[in-house]
């Protein structure tokens, strides 16, 4: 598996402060896949996450050590650009967080600032193609002027997903993207993903057991700061080799 | 157990012994009713004295005159029996001395104030915003007075020999160093209320933003700012009205000399200013110079009310925009 991983995580310590969030994280994340990270809350899960774009650049107090390659290369080292590599690692939050312009303008705004569409035109098929990848076109084509800040739940976080592959990254991260959605929605989302790993590596964060068995190929299982296991999706959720985990996907710890 | 007993006697609850508490209850009311009341009815009474003398005025000196007349000297009777001419109440002059020195004042206090809201809420390390928050506050609590006779003290004579030393004449007295000084004073206002407005953009939106690939600077013109923009407006209204309502800097720095310019480098007058001239020294209550003075106020009054109520809507409705 580790020939196609696209990004390889080594002894990765987190520090919030003084308190270590975690401890030697190892994980192979592979290509063109669904990768889902499992754990009780606290264990790490969207600490690790936001290791992969560098989010956590974000929060004063943070520290990061170890090793993260994406396609072999050290996403820490000094001369690397957080904003090019944010462009290649796109991010969809828990909450969905248009902003608040227009549907067209919301999944514009990467392309725009990264200078992806020439003129008018390639810009609109840009959007259109972004929008159609996330499932929301027919529903919004006549209204791409109004704002995204109007649409339901589940139609906003699918425009913040058509809004993070406008930029067409290589690799898209989602925490939690359907814990504020409500079932059908939720379908739909994922759908959604297991659509878009065609074109993109998605590593997704959920709480929800059964969404980890539907959607991911792969899955890695936190507790307590560390990786306690890791491997395809079947064998976790059949026959997990730590009793942790074991534990957890029958709902006795978590 | 299957059922629920129901049997069993138990105490009955006590229910009817709160008596005693009404009474309380009833005297902390009033009191509360009372405080609030005086607070309205004072300002009744304000608004109402300012509209009947202002009517009073208005009865001799036609209220086109004074809104549209651009002569402003109100006659100054030496003695109650003087016999002269009533004097000239065109409000005018004022009014465009008043704007004009607002408007110097807003130029300055806009950029400055907003440039360090942003900078203080998006670069700034907590350690330096920890220590230039309190001593913006600490601007804000300096006497419009002081900041009065510094501007007549220390900013008109520079700029009277700066104006020199390049040719221009300057009076002692301008509009210039007035709406400087204002302009100072009122940096704190706009820099608070908009450090307040930045803030509330979600951090989810810069979140967004930045995980997209956009730099700081990016995120703070094309997310942050047109988020926060109706909310700055608000601020920036509100700072103008404190600025047309100003006194104390516009007195001692402005002038008295109602000239109709927009020329900075001279003297002007504000309604301010002419209030506080019109009603320092002996009063004669009856006469047009004593009333206009009300019906100055009532103008002021309108105009600042005028500019809250707009700017407070504008901010409230930005608030709800993220609730
Ligand atoms: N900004 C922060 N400052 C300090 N501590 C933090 C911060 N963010 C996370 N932590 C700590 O790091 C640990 C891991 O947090 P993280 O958010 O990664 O957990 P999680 O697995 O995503 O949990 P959840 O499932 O509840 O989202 C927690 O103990 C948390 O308290
Ligand atoms: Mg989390």
Known sequence: ?254 | MATVDTNTPHDALDLVNSQRKKGVEFVVMAILILCSLVAVLVTVGIVLSLIFEAYRFFERIPMTEFLFGTQWSPQTALRADQVAAEGAFGAVPLITGTLLISFIAMCVATPLGLMSAIYLSEYASKRFRDFVKPALEILAGIPTVVYGFFAALTVAPLLRSGGESVGLNVSSESALAAGLIMGMMIIPLISSLSDDVINSVPQAMRDASLGLGATHSETIRKVVLPSAIPGVAGALLLAASRAIGETMIVVMAAGLAANLTANPLEAVTTITAQIVALLTGDQEFDSAKTLSAFALGLLLFVVTLCLNIIALRIVRKYQEQYD
């Open chain 1, 1 to 254: 598996m580790s020939k196609t991983a696209i990004i390889t995580a080594k002894d990765v310590d987190v520090f919030y402060g003084d308190k270590q969030a975690l401890d030697k994280i190892a994980l192979d994340i592979p290509e063109y896949k669904v990768t889902s990270l499992i754990g009780p809350s606290g264990c790490g899960k969207s600490t690790f996450l936001r290791c992969i774009n560098r989010m956590n650049d974000l929060v004063p107090i943070a520290r990061v050590e170890g090793d993260i390659r994406i396609a072999g290369q050290d996403i820490y080292a000094p001369e690397v650009d957080v904003v090019a590599l944010r462009a290649q690692v796109g991010m969809v939050f828990q909450k969905p967080n248009p902003f608040p312009k227009s549907i067209y303008e919301n999944v514009a705004y990467g392309p725009k600032i990264h200078g992806l569409a020439k003129g008018k035109t390639e810009m609109d098929e840009l959007v259109q193609w972004a929008l159609e990848k996330a499932g929301l076109w027919n529903e919004v084509k006549d209204r791409l002027d109004q704002p995204g800040t109007g649409l339901s739940g589940g139609q906003q976080q699918r425009l913040c997903i058509a809004r993070t592959i406008a930029v067409k990254p290589k690799v898209v991260l989602m925490d939690e993207p359907c814990s504020a959605l409500d079932p059908i929605a939720t379908a739909i989302i994922e759908e959604l993903i297991d659509e878009l790993r065609q074109n993109f590596t998605i590593v997704i964060v959920t709480h929800s057991m059964q969404q980890a068995a539907r959607v991911s190929q792969r899955t890695a299982f936190f507790h307590l700061g560390t990786l306690v296991e890791t491997g395809p999706t079947k064998n976790i959720f059949t026959s997990p080799e730590d009793e942790r985990t074991q534990n957890y996907i029958t709902g006795r710890i978590g």
